[in-house]
């Protein structure tokens, strides 16, 4: 009956794996800039309300421009992947869906403002903020909703009822540890990155470096003790079969999410102790983890009904060798601007 | 068809990615121009040590940035997220085909958007040599994503050799490629000028502001050199239907059309204004309006791009309503429903036909078209009953080639059509009708062995039709034709040409015809002739003599009788008395009735709406003869609807040549039944003469049932001897495609042939002097075995003096003096009175069938004839004459 409703996925052009490789590093990337906007917005927020400085805020809206521009890859390789799943839920959510493209707009202009309007117009500054920062709250909420609904074909029989895209599946049982999961994670990351700022740039009184520096670290050992337990929770909320899988139904998967555990506790436990670079050594490792495991989840949920092995296979690689050249070049330039930022100006 | 639709039954999704779509266009071409605008003047800047000009370079990137990274970027992916939900078989196709172009466009982007971060944050902190690289570097990026994006959007048009190979080159490197990024590289230049005129307008030195307001009227204007010229190439390239459909055929353009050539002035007015001295408050007004004018002129250009691609989403490949075109062959075997994954009805059946019809209108229409919202379909659809309906659909992309054809059975066909009828448009299922006819009795005129003569009178066609709304346009004026032939009996019979006056005139209550129609009101203005009341084209009046003709016969041509009787009734076949009279003497020689078939039932309202003029099945109604000339006007671009108000009711043949009438038309025009013919058989496909009976008053239940004659009785149709509609098409289109006329081929494009393998196979043929003959079917004139279905089709005769109704045999005798006018070819059934078209038969032999059937050439010959003598196999025993209905059913 499913079967009957998943549309035919098209070809790919060449190996599934290109893709899925392609699609962890480059999510990879983006989650860790969207969680230092969302995560960061929100500690700014919480900062600004409290009158504490936040110069770290400055760099939201550049880390936007970058977190944007890193969520086009991997958005363009899940829909090479799971794209007849993709666009499915997307219409069955379209409503909201397309709601994200002017609620971001506002954000990133929102953001602007937060920045600009700082010393002369302050309220101004931290309501912008403030929106923005709920508006991104909004926009993670669709990205996990719909990520999730392409998961669920049957869940798509609400097409029946409804046909107008306005809907938001918010009887998924894993919806709210999902996202919940994803947003405490995105404070954890966010304080991090809180950390490193002050890590790196000299920032006077010496002790308010130091402090925030710590802070910074504080804010990820709290949030990761938090991430433990909904993360249990988003663990078992998933359909039997498959949190089973990760208990002993399969041996990777067991392994790996056993290791994550640890991960997390040594993580836990380095933060607590104020050390920045194992901590953010294991962080990074941490995300690399989860989002195997989340990989693995989706491949879990789609066994059967549309497997990326599955997906006929063109053979068509000369497009693949432009990518993969002008990704060198394109990667060698960018490393020859940023050296020119760092070149002395002569007079 | 394999993804679920998102309904937006009044805004359309087209709406929403048109909006989406065109705002980024306009400010990401701006993101190129811009570009190298930015480091074109940040060097001049530099190069004339001009800091004030340095400081404009460093403002106009910050607002260059906050525009074309924000609203810009997401704009981009807004069109992203907006084709996937409005289109996603097609954005999943391209996603696929051009996932490693569309990463490479990737790589562009983020060059640029750090590029572009770079020139803003660092603008006075690098070296100037320094961050004019990373000026032209951002400019080059940009300009790269565009080079990819380009490639893609033009697949989408032209894809070229891609749709034999599927080479990702091929199709990425396609035909409208170089043009399109040559022309959108000059668009970009263009609204770089717009936007620096933005900029301008804030700055305070009025010095500076003058010459940036010079330097950005450049900007502005000179890439509009490169724009029309490659504009011509981008034309010139587009597929021979394409651009047919933009620049002839779809009249959805016209209006974006429109928008493109006024805002393309304006935007040449509004610059001009700036070389110009003016206060700075007009200045920031007329910079908006500009801005505004651009973004309007981007709405026109891109929307007409997008219409050159109709029906197509991925020319050749993908429809807009998303079906492949190549499985519209399974999807038609198949069924719509059945192939659809997302629909909740698999199949139509009686009781949920317009649930079905409501599946199919939402899957297959509402891709482009909404309800009441843009490409309104409520309008486009309320001028046409349900059978017009079905053949509207069915002419989809097959005349309106701009449409993509329907996908689906015929029985899904027909619940769209009531959907959209009776739940869209609220009218009621349409009932099949069935006229009451008064029967009349014939008194047989007397005939016996002393009278010296036989006379036999026909109607030249068998069937006269009448277009009866003559206020709004004609092209069948009153006029029937008879024909009689006096032949003196005896062992050597003789046909009679001279010293005899042969005299018709019509039963009593057709005598007065201008009372019931305004024929003479308007014949004037329409055909051009100073008519009494009451005459005919050729003079003739309702009673008179006839005119002696060269085949030593008599005719009255274009006799103005109408079906309509003083006493308000209707019978379309009137009689007429013939008698002739000795010259000199005076004296009666022979009489006889004789049938005038003269119809005013015309079925334009089947399908054009609008019912009868007269009494129920009659005359054209206005309202009827006002749909017609509206889609005349829409799809010709004529003015026929305004010439009518203006008084001017319109002849037809004006235009469209027929030797029916004898008008000459204009040269370059089809003649006018190749026209009628050619265009409606793209909406009346795959029938039988049913089709015939939809216009033609042939249909069975109607008021005249024309097709009478003995082949009808034998189950024969209009088609066994004129073909198939399409077929019947073809061959007049293939006369006047001999005369290159501009039109025949498109209207032969989509036709297929029914009876023959293609259109080579066709033989051209001439509307009214070319028709197959009785030996198109009856070789040698035999009697043809039923074991085939006959079909005159391509047996056409060389010309008028070939046809049946025209040729004599050997003595002089008209075919038709004995086997009756076509159509009611002895022995007829008449629906007004069994034998009202046989009553000469019945009077000279009686038997009702040919004259001197079954042994009676004794009715001329005074005796029996052991010969053959008029035409081979004359003589052989016959089946009984009236058997019952022994019909076969032909296909």
């Known amino acids: 009956m499913l079967a009957q409703v998943i549309p035919a996925a098209d070809a790919i052009p060449v190996n599934w794996w290109w893709f899925q490789i392609l699609l962890l590093l480059t999510f990879l990337l983006h989650l860790i800039l969207m969680n230092f906007i969302l995560g960061g917005s929100l500690i700014t927020l919480w900062d600004t309300f409290k009158k504490k400085p936040a110069p770290e805020g400055n760099s939201i809206p550049t880390l936007i421009a970058l977190t944007i521009n890193l969520g086009v890859p991997p958005l363009l390789f899940v829909q090479v992947l799971f794209g007849n799943f993709f666009y499915t839920s997307s219409v069955l959510l379209a409503g909201p869906w397309i709601m994200v493209i002017p609620v971001l707009i506002i954000t990133y202009y929102g953001a602007y403002i937060y920045v600009f309007k700082k010393t002369k117009s302050p309220v101004f500054s931290r309501v912008s903020l403030l929106i923005a920062s709920i508006f991104m709250l909004f926009i993670a909420f669709m990205l996990v909703n719909n990520n999730t609904l392409l998961l669920t074909p049957e869940r798509w029989g609400i097409y029946a009822e409804n046909k107008s895209g306005w809907f938001l599946n918010l009887s998924e049982p894993t919806l709210w540890p999902r996202y919940l999961h994803f947003i405490i994670g995105a404070v954890a990351i966010a304080g991090l990155g809180k950390a490193g700022f002050y890590h790196f740039k000299k920032v006077t009184p010496p002790d308010l470096q130091k402090q925030e520096k710590q802070r910074g670290l504080k804010i990820f050992a709290f949030a990761t003790m938090i991430q433990v337990v909904i993360g249990i929770w988003f663990w078992l909320s998933l359909p039997e079969p498959i949190w089973k899988h990760f208990m002993g139904g399969n041996t990777f998967a067991t392994f790996w999410m056993m290791l994550g555990i640890l991960i997390t506790l040594a993580g836990i436990f380095t933060a607590t102790r104020g050390l920045f670079v194992a901590t953010i050594s294991i962080a990074l490792f941490l995300m690399i983890n989860m989002i195997i495991i989340r990989e693995i989840v989706r491949h879990q949920y789609l066994k059967g009904a549309g497997a990326p092995s599955a997906l006929a296979v063109t053979g068509e690689t000369g497009s693949l060798i432009m990518f993969l050249a002008v990704f060198l070049i394109g990667i060698a330039m960018i490393y020859y601007m940023i050296k020119l930022i760092f070149k002395p100006k002569h007079t | ?891």
């Open chain 2, 1 to 891: 068809m394999n993804y679920p639709i998102w309904e937006l039954p009044s805004l359309g999704g087209g709406t929403l990615i048109a909006i989406i779509a065109v705002t980024h266009a306009f400010v990401a071409h701006f993101a190129v121009g811009g570009g190298l605008f930015l480091v074109l003047t940040e060097i001049k800047a530099r190069r004339n040590n001009n800091p004030q000009l340095l400081g404009y370079v460093r403002s106009h990137t910050k607002f260059f940035l906050l525009l074309t990274m924000v609203f810009g970027g997401i704009t981009g992916v807004g069109i992203w997220f907006i084709i996937s939900l409005v289109q996603p078989a097609a954005t999943s196709f391209l996603i696929h085909q051009f996932v490693f172009a569309w990463a490479t466009e990737w790589v562009f982007f983020i060059a640029e958007i750090i590029a572009l971060l770079i020139y803003h944050y660092r603008f006075d902190k690098m070296n100037p040599k320094d961050h004019i690289a990373i000026g032209w570097l951002y400019f080059i990026f940009a300009w790269l994503s565009l080079f990819v994006i380009n490639g893609i959007l033009g697949f989408m048009l032209t894809p070229g050799q891609w749709l034999e190979t599927r080479d990702f080159w091929q199709g990425f490197f396609n035909p409208s490629f170089w043009p399109a990024l040559v022309f959108r590289t000059g668009i970009a230049l263009s609204i770089a000028g717009m936007f620096g005129l933005i900029t301008a307008t804030f700055l305070k030195e009025k010095a500076l502001r003058q010459y940036l307001y010079t330097l950005n009227t450049r900007w502005l204007f000179f890439p509009f050199i490169l724009i029309a010229i490659t504009a011509l190439w981008y034309l010139a390239i587009l597929p021979s239907d394409a651009e047919a459909n933009l620049l002839r055929f779809n009249p959805a353009v016209k209006p974006y059309f429109t928008i493109w050539v006024i805002t393309t002035a304006l935007i040449f007015l509004t610059g001009i204004t700036f070389l110009v001295k003016l206060p700075l408050t007009f200045q920031r007004f007329t910079v908006f309006i500009l801005v505004l004018t651009g973004l309007g002129w981007m709405a026109g250009f891109e929307y007409t791009r997008e219409i050159a691609r109709k029906p197509y989403v991925i020319y050749g490949y993908m429809y807009s309503n998303s079906i492949k075109h190549s499985d519209m062959d399974s999807v038609n075997r198949t069924g719509f429903l059945k192939s659809a994954k997302w629909s909740d009805i698999k199949e139509v059946t009686a009781d949920n036909m317009l649930d079905a019809g409501n599946e199919l209108m939402r899957m297959q229409c509402l891709s482009c078209h909404t309800l009441g919202g843009n490409n309104d379909i409520v309008s486009r659809t309320s001028h046409l009953t349900e059978r017009g309906m079905e053949a509207k659909i069915t002419g989809l992309g097959s005349f309106s080639e701009y449409m993509p054809p329907f996908a689906g059975t015929g029985e899904e066909k027909e619940a769209l059509a009531a959907y959209i009828m009776r739940e869209i448009h609220g009218k009621e299922a349409p009932e099949s009708y069935q006229a009451k006819v008064k029967e009349e009795t014939v008194t047989v005129p007397p005939f016996n062995d002393n009278n010296k003569y036989v006379l036999l009178a026909w109607n030249d066609l068998g069937m006269h039709c009448i277009s009866d709304n003559s206020d709004y346009w004609s092209f069948l004026p009153p006029a029937n034709t008879l024909w009689a032939q006096l032949i003196r009996r005896g062992p050597k019979p003789q046909v009679i040409s001279q010293g005899v006056e042969i005299h018709y005139e019509v039963e009593e209550g057709y005598r007065h015809p201008e009372k019931h129609v305004d024929f003479w009101k308007n014949a004037q203005k329409t055909y051009g002739a100073d008519l009494e009341t009451g005459i005919g084209l050729a003079g003739k009046g309702l009673a008179g003599s006839m005119d002696p003709h060269t085949h030593q016969a008599y005719i009255a041509k274009l006799i103005p009788v109408i079906p309509y009787r003083d006493d308000g009734t209707y019978n379309p076949y009137p009689l007429f008395e013939i008698t002739a009279r000795d010259e000199n003497t005076g004296e009666t020689l022979a009489a006889t009735k004789v049938v005038a078939p003269t119809s005013t039932e015309m079925g334009c309202r089947n399908c054009h709406q609008g019912g009868w003029r007269v009494n129920d099945y009659s005359g054209i109604a206005d309202m009827t003869a006002e749909n017609i000339l509206n889609v005349h006007d829409r799809i010709e671009g004529t003015q026929l609807m305004y010439e009518v108000e203006s008084g001017n009711p319109v002849l037809c043949q004006r235009c469209h040549a027929d030797p029916a009438i004898g008008a000459a038309g204009k040269k370059e025009v089809l003649n006018f039944s190749t026209a009628i013919h050619g265009f409606h058989a793209h909406y009346l496909k795959e029938m039988n003469g049913d089709a015939c009976n939809l216009c033609h008053p042939s249909m069975p239940s109607g008021n005249t049932q024309c097709l009478r004659g003995r082949h009808a009785s034998l189950g024969l149709k209009c088609t066994h001897c004129h073909g198939k509609l399409e077929d019947h098409g073809l061959a007049l289109i293939k006369n006047e495609a001999r005369f290159g006329k501009p039109r025949a081929a498109k209207l032969s494009k989509n036709l297929q042939p029914r009876s023959v393998e293609t259109f080579a196979d066709v033989v051209p043929r001439q509307p009214w002097l070319q028709e197959p003959d009785c030996i198109s079917c009856h070789t040698n004139f035999d009697i043809r075995s039923r074991k085939t279905a006959p079909t005159g089709f391509n047996n056409w005769v060389d010309g008028s003096n070939s046809l049946y109704r025209n040729r004599t045999d050997t003595h002089g005798v008209m075919c038709a003096a004995c086997h009756g006018a076509p159509h009611a070819e002895y022995y007829a059934i008449n629906k007004y009175g069994e034998d009202r078209d046989n009553i000469q038969p019945l009077q000279y032999m009686p038997i009702a069938g040919t004259i001197g059937t079954k042994g009676n050439c004794k009715v001329c010959h005074t005796k029996e004839m052991e010969v053959n003598g008029h035409h081979r196999n004359m003589l052989k025993p016959y089946p009984r004459i009236k058997e019952p209905a022994e019909t076969t059913v032909f296909e």
